[in-house]
Every structure is written in C-alpha cells, then in structure tokens.
C-alpha cells in the first residue's frame, strides 16, 4: 500500500514532468495535467462535478477539473468548495519549462489527499466539490477566462449554498531560510477568518501538535492573489491557505525537490480536520464584508518577527512597530494610515522569509 508521501511525490512530479512542462492552458502539456488530475479523482472514488464528466470547459482557456463529494444529514444541499489551480507559465525554449512545483502542484496533490481521507471518513454534513482551476497564472488572472471566474459566473452547485470557499496556492515550501525554528518553517497562514462568524476559532482549533502552524492574516491586507476572489466578490466566505512567496516564486526553479514534504502532508492532515469542521459547522454561514482582523494579523508578524530577531536584526525593529500596533488595535479597529502600516510589515516580513 502506498503512502500519503509516496502519493503526493508522485502526483508532483509528473505534473512537473516534461510530459506537463508549464501546463499552460490548453496546450498538449496542460491537457496532460489535466487528464492526470481527473483520473486522480476517480481513483480516490469522487464522482463526477463538472458539466462534462470531470471537465467544465472555459472558453477562451482551457477546463476546470471538479469532483464531488456528496453530503449526508440535515446540511447535505450545502456546499463547502476546496480549490487549487493546476495551470503554470508554460515552456521555454530548449527543454526547460516553468515546472510549478510548488505552483501549484503540491497544492493540486493535497487537494487530491484530502478528498481521500474525506470519502474514507464518510463524514455527515455539506457536500464538498473538488475544483482543480485552470487559468489561474497570466494572462488569465482576474479575467472573465480566468477558471474559478467562469465557475462562479457558471456554478455547478448554488452559489447562495455554498458556505465556505478554501483556496490553496504556494503550499508545497518550508517558510524561510534552513536553520529558522520550526515554528516558522512549519507555518502556513490562512487568510479571511475574520469573514464569517466562528470561522477564526475552527481555524485554530484544527491545528494539531507536531503539524503545521496555522497562522491568521486578514484578507484584505494585501491584494488578490489567488482564485478565492472571485467567490469573495460574490459574497461568499472564503480561506486562503498559502506559505507566501519565496525565492523560486514564478522562476524554472521551482522544482519538486525543493519542496518540503513531510509539511505538504502535515497540510493535507490539517486541510482534512478544518474541512470535517467547516462541513458540520451549524449553518448557512453569510460573509462579513467589512470585518477586519487586525489583532489576530499583527499577532501573526508579532510571532514570526520576533523568532526571526536573532537572525535578521531589522526584524527587531518590526517587533517594537507591531508593539505599537498591537496597543492601537486593543483600544479599536486600526485606522487606514495604521493598516497601510501593517500591509507593509506584511511586505517586509514575506521579503525578509523569501530567501
């Protein structure tokens, strides 16, 4: 029997494979991906979601690939939808391809591990559709031809019953350096928490001793950056799990043996957990479009800066800035000049992690 490790290495490096060199939309290489991926989901036994089997077919792109895992009891014509785009960059000349390993194979291999542990579990509660965009990368980012645009704009499921909207992208990659505490390289911060009532508490809570540390960002501190905007935009609560960008960020070198996979599968245990939560979560869940989570951001920098003080000096400096910050947001919501000042700490910080 193959293990979890075993599965996701492999599922990685064949979507980074000169058979799916770049997977750009439509190309021989991202239909390459893409038939892997939809055999994927029929070996762990989710049914088919898309419009054509599998497939939802985006004009002027390519096909999203969406599975189903249907739901049981009282809450089972509600939906929670867990997402990661499997489109790169494409090729360059001479054999060499952006390899996308970290963006987004690995995410595309976790979604694939939790969907399993999902239909082992048989759990009650909402059903979960399995969505693997396409088009995600330029120049389809934030277009009508972007994949989880066209979904929103052509659900397969009620948008009005879909609950919560969980999007990864750049989760394959310890945080930092080597030689940081675990406690940073085993981060993964979750965005947008503070959009919908006791989603912050269900994120902690399935955070697990000797796994990931999840650590909360509000959502609007930076821009979009990934397919959870779209559902954003139309009113749906949404998380954004990702390890932020590194030094192999949209570059060849982004490879699959530069991935850490001990957390990718520390991930796929916490994306399980936090999905079997969100599925028996009491319901309908309705977004809070202006709600911020200034404490539970600058907590977040607070950790990290001060682990990284003794390696990066500047990083002390940051502490002392999110000490002031931390006193204005304990007396009321943090005014626009302040945020301006958070949104860069958050900059510096990633900046600072990237190498």
């Known amino acids: ?26 190309s021989p290489e991202g ?27 985006v004009p002027g792109c390519g096909a999203n690939v969406l599975a189903e895992i249907p739901g049981r009891g009282p809450l089972a014509d509600r939906t929670i939808v867990l997402a990661a785009h499997y489109d790169h960059l494409g090729k360059l000349s001479g054999g060499r391809a952006y390899w996308g390993a970290d963006d987004n194979a690995a995410a595309v291999a976790i979604l694939v591990e939790v969907g399993r542990k999902l239909i082992q579990d048989a759990q009650p509660g909402r059903r979960v559709i ?15 031809t972007m994949g989880s645009m066209y979904h929103v704009n052509h659900p397969t499921a009620p948008l009005a019953g879909v609950d919560m909207m969980v999007c990864m992208d750049l989760c394959g990659h310890a945080i930092g350096p080597a030689g940081l505490p675990a406690s940073v390289r085993d981060s993964l911060f979750v965005l947008g928490a503070e ?15 000797g796994g990931v540390h999840p650590r909360r960002i509000d959502l609007d501190i930076l821009p979009p950056l990934s397919d959870y905007y779209a559902f954003r935009e139309a009113g749906v609560p949404v998380l954004f799990l990702t390890c932020g960008r590194w030094e192999h960020y ?83 919501p943090l005014k626009p000049a302040h945020r301006q000042q958070l949104s860069q700490l958050v900059h510096a910080l990633q900046n600072a992690l990237a190498g």
């Open 1 to 26: 029997m193959t293990t979890p490790r075993a599965r996701i290495e492999s599922l990685v490096r064949f979507l980074c494979s000169p058979a799916c060199a770049g997977r750009a939309p439509d």
């Open 31 to 57: 239909l390459a991906a893409r038939a892997r991926i939809v055999q994927e989901f029929i070996d762990i036994g989710a049914a088919p979601g898309g419009t054509d089997g599998y497939l939802q077919y």
């Open 130 to 144: 399995l969505a693997a965009y396409d088009g995600e990368e330029q120049p389809h980012f934030l277009h009508g």
């Open 195 to 209: 959009l919908s009532d006791g989603a912050a508490a269900i994120v902690d809570a399935a955070a697990r001793p």
């Open 250 to 332: 949209h570059q060849i070198t982004d490879t699959p043996d530069r991935l850490d996979y001990r957390k990718i599968v520390a991930t796929v245990a916490y994306l399980a957990d936090l999905t079997r939560r969100l599925r028996e979560r009491p319901g309908p869940a309705r977004i809070k479009t202006t709600a911020r989570d200034d404490r539970g951001t600058i907590a977040t920098l607070h950790s990290l800066a001060a682990a990284l003080a003794p390696y990066a000096p500047p990083a002390a400096q940051a502490v002392r800035q999110l000490d002031a910050l931390a006193a204005l947001a304990a007396a009321g």
